[in-house]
């Protein structure tokens, strides 16, 4: 008996049997429906791949070809269609095909090329033929050995009932285990989580110990530094201590909690005068136009303020006057015929007393104050007077 050339494989996926351009000759006209059968016999169909060697095409399934001869005992006991020969239907093809597909092997592996070469050999009348008009034809034809679906045959139908409970009872079983290996996992995972939780406790309960060397915990207490050192951490538990939602904003807004002394020298601007001492030494010092700091005398300036949609203020004119420790009159008031100057509704006064003694103001006969001129209003010792002259109201304001 001679040898398979491949070993049976029910898989249809081993790749020792897998077979890769194999060429195929179509014999017969190409007017006719030409059948191939592959040298090593039987094929699981829905691995077969056809080129046409004359144009390198691929054929298409149940266009360009069909398989048949279908074994049934094969296909019914491993579940996948398999089949023997390939037959050719389009004229377009040429004489040779290659072919590419899955041998089931074992005893399947034997070609039936010579019945394909009996069949072509064959001097076939194609003549139209009414089967009535066969003469010697028999009464019956017996048929050839076939498979039959269980549920097909009379009497069977109990058998039927019971292998299904027999499958139900197979799937039930199947479920059962799977909920065991569920399980199992399941508790496999809970006792790392439990092992876990175990470690990371104490780690919490001795962050100083000896593998706390060369890491940084998340947080800090007393004895060790995390993302922030201990002292921070100790003024954070001083304020959670402390503080509630009723004297928080209080407390943090009251004065007498922030009070501190920082020194002179430590602030921008102020270093050399905590030095010396000398006003001239201070830093970015105000430009006090109009002073004159050697006879301690200031610029009258006096301001219109124009009316309009942007307010400005402008200079009008400027005036240095010498105050001495007597009575002084604003200039403008009607009754004060000896005082040459002027001064316009609008205009802004302001007078600085140097003197050590206090000065009157008045506007014409009347000490003024505020908005009206019966109060008197005092210019104090070594201070600025500014006011805004109405001549209407007749009155500073």
Not at 231 to 258: G, P
Not at 280 to 305: H, S
Not at 349 to 367: A, H, I
Request: charged residues 20%.
């Amino acid at each position: 008996m001679r040898p398979y050339r491949y070993e049976l494989d029910p898989t249809g996926v081993s790749p020792d049997n897998y077979v890769v351009n194999e060429v195929m000759t179509l014999v017969g006209g190409v007017d006719t429906v030409r059948a191939a059968m592959p040298e090593y016999g039987a094929f699981f169909s829905d691995t077969v791949t056809v080129y046409d060697v004359g144009n390198s095409r691929p054929l298409v399934k149940d266009e360009d070809f069909y398989f048949t001869e279908l074994y049934e005992l094969p296909t019914a006991k491993y579940g996948r269609e398999i089949c023997a020969v390939i037959l050719f239907v389009k004229n377009t093809i040429s004489s040779n095909v290659r072919i590419n597909y899955q041998a089931l092997g074992g005893e399947y592996s034997y070609s039936n090329q010579a019945v394909i070469d009996q069949i072509n050999q064959l001097q076939l009348d194609n003549r139209n033929v009414a089967y009535k008009d066969i003469i010697g034809k028999p009464e019956g034809f017996n048929p050839t050995h076939h498979l039959h679906d269980i549920g097909d045959v009379y009497g069977f139908e109990y058998i039927t009932l019971a292998i299904d409970r027999v499958r139900q009872a197979i799937l039930l079983g199947d479920r059962v285990n799977n909920e065991r290996i569920f399980q199992f996992v399941k508790d496999q995972v809970a006792e790392l989580d439990a092992t876990l939780r175990a470690q990371m406790a104490q780690i919490e309960a001795n962050p100083g110990g000896s593998s706390d060397s060369n890491h940084q915990h998340p947080y800090a207490n007393g004895t060790s530094g995390g993302f922030m050192s201990p002292a921070m951490y100790n003024k954070l538990l001083n304020i959670q201590a402390n503080a509630t939602k009723n004297n928080t904003d209080l407390y943090l807004l009251s004065r007498n909690n922030h009070v501190g002394t920082q020194p002179a020298s430590t602030i921008t601007g102020l270093a050399n005068v905590a030095t010396t001492g000398n006003y001239e030494d201070l830093l970015n010092k105000p430009n006090l136009e109009g002073f004159d700091a050697d006879n301690y005398q200031l610029k009258l300036k006096e301001l219109v303020i124009k009316a309009g949609a942007s307010s400005v203020l402008e200079f009008n004119r400027q005036t240095i006057i010498d105050v001495t420790p007597h009575d002084v009159y604003i200039p403008g008031d009607p009754n004060d015929t000896g005082n040459p100057n002027t001064a316009k509704n609008g205009d802004i006064v302001r007078l600085f007393n140097n003197t050590n003694t206090n000065v009157n103001v008045y506007w014409g006969n009347y000490k003024v104050k505020s908005a009206t001129p019966e109060n008197p209003m005092v210019v104090p010792a070594k201070s600025i007077f500014t006011c805004v002259y109405s001549l209407d109201k007749k009155s500073f304001f």
